[in-house]
């Protein structure tokens, strides 16, 4: 399974955040690069007209809102199967 997006790393872990202070739990996807480590909250999966399939991601340290979503979410794309 490959995924297309700006960067190139790969996808190291997937796991639940624990909800705490009456805050929504996301779940967390981790990207570990040779130099850094980047944190994703898992906001979509959708899948298109064409079969392909679509996640949207947001920065762990943004707040989850509609408008954030816009700006900073980040989009990752997988080619339909044959």
Not at 21 to 36: D, M, P, T, W, Y
């Amino acid at each position: 399974m490959s995924w297309v997006s700006n960067t190139a790393n790969t996808v190291s872990s997937v796991a639940n955040a624990a909800p705490g202070n009456g805050q929504q739990a996301f779940s967390a996807i981790v990207f570990k690069g040779q130099a850094h480590v980047q944190r994703y909250k898992f906001i979509n999966c959708q899948q298109a007209l064409d079969g392909s399939t679509v996640l949207t991601l947001l920065p762990e340290n943004s707040e989850v809102t509609a408008m954030t979503i816009l700006r900073y979410g980040d989009q990752w794309s997988r080619a339909p199967r044959k």
